[in-house]
């Protein structure tokens, strides 16, 4: 059986950043994914904010845990992007300006994986891990069967859904509420303003969450939404609210009127807090499988990325003797904690006001575009006091 210093289950930006970090370190490291290519399917709108954004969104986030998206290469970019939009149930949008990239998802963790094979890490694709020993021992299912290697530490990065975690005695999200049930198609033929990323409110088309247009240029786009089902009421098929926010919502289905499928995909993200405990013996939790979202966007590259090289750093100091393994929890806190306590807290405001249409509009007259730009950047509510606004319409009924 062999031996690694650390084992990465799970490829996505989280686990591929975590297995670039080792690897640049100089440690023995496999990385391992149950899909049969890094990438693929993509399960996001592939939105992330131009470098410079970052000392405004992050501020507590220092250069180094940004390597990956410092170094990133403009090919992997399909569009730049100028502003974000919020579209009410009623039809006003309301908008802030914001720098962002569209990446091409697929090449970019493509692109990680590689950097760290680079460095020399191994890797197994289409190979599923289904057992965690207490002493690291990695139970795996290939291509050639049943095999079992030994990790001193082991990374799961294994999506919201992993039951590895439970195993090893680590949070599991499964409350509803924290859930959010995504679809995405990625579309030709979309004819909407390719510099400007679209949010759409509205429980009739994305109950308790939202849909977007996020384009790539050239007439493509991600069109999607999310929904809780904690806020669903009658028709439960996701499909259906994307099939009606396509052809029926007065400002979108104009813009998508010629638009046709290119590819499909849906998935599950996480929109709770962080869980108390990421670290349980010598097993570490990264990205969706730590709930490193931000909870009020259902954002999570860059946020996953930034723990997965926080992973990294904390396994190679671990391992050299100069900490021990919960510097983790310390450090991806110290970078990320307030900007996912502020979105979970964002969130809550949100899920208050979403319960009504009227509310959401209600709310937006109120605040207006100042505080979309709390929204976007992940501020914590300073100059008026969201909350006591929501909490006024609700019960007052708008």
């Known amino acids: 059986m062999e031996k690694y210093d650390a084992v990465v289950v799970g490829l996505g930006p989280g686990g591929a950043s975590a297995l670039y970090k080792l690897a640049s370190e100089g440690l023995k490291v496999l990385g391992i994914d149950r899909r049969r290519e890094i990438g693929v399917p993509i399960q996001c709108g592939e939105f992330i904010p131009q470098y410079h954004e970052y000392s405004k969104i992050l501020p507590e986030v220092e250069e180094p845990y940004l390597e990956i998206f410092r170094k990133m290469p403009m090919k992997l970019v399909s569009n730049e992007t100028k502003s974000v939009s919020v579209i009410t149930p009623s039809g006003r949008e309301y908008s802030v300006n914001f720098d962002g990239y569209v990446i091409d998802r697929e090449a970019f963790d493509k692109w990680i994986v590689k950097e760290a094979v680079d460095r020399g890490a191994d890797v197994m694709i289409n190979t599923v891990v289904y057992k965690l ?37 680590l949070f599991r999200e499964v409350d509803e509420m924290n859930l959010g049930h995504v679809i995405n198609y990625q579309m030709a033929g979309v004819d909407s303003d390719p510099s400007v990323v679209e949010m759409y409110t509205g429980k009739e088309y994305s109950p308790g969450a939202y849909a977007w247009i ?33 052809r029926k919502h007065p400002i979108a289905s104009r813009k998508l009127r010629r638009a046709q499928p290119l590819s499909y995909v849906g998935g599950l993200v996480p929109v709770g807090p962080p869980p108390d405990k990421t670290v349980s013996g010598r097993f570490l939790s990264v990205g969706d499988a730590a709930n490193h979202n931000i909870a009020s966007l259902g954002a999570g590259i860059v946020t996953s990325s930034i723990a997965g090289m926080a992973a990294g750093e904390a396994i190679s100091k671990f391992l050299a003797g100069e900490v021990k393994l919960e510097y983790y929890e310390d450090l991806w806190r110290r970078l990320l904690g307030r900007a996912l306590e502020n979105g979970y807290k964002l969130r809550l405001v949100v899920d208050l006001i979403t319960k009504d249409d009227k509310y959401t509009d209600k709310f937006m007259e109120i605040v207006g575009k100042d505080r979309i730009y709390d929204l976007v950047y992940t501020k914590a509510p300073s100059n008026i006091d969201l909350l006591r606004i929501a909490l006024n319409i609700v019960k007052g009924g708008a």
């Open 133 to 169: 020993g207490e002493d690291g021992t990695v139970y795996a299912k290939g291509k050639s069967g049943n095999f079992e290697v030994l990790g001193e530490t082991v990374v799961i990065a294994a999506g919201t859904s992993s039951t590895l975690l439970e195993q090893v005695g």
């Open 214 to 246: 996020i384009p790539k240029g050239d007439g493509v786009a991600n069109v999607g939404l999310g929904i809780r089902y904690p806020y669903v009421e009658g028709e439960r098929d996701i499909n259906v609210y994307m099939e009606r926010f396509w």
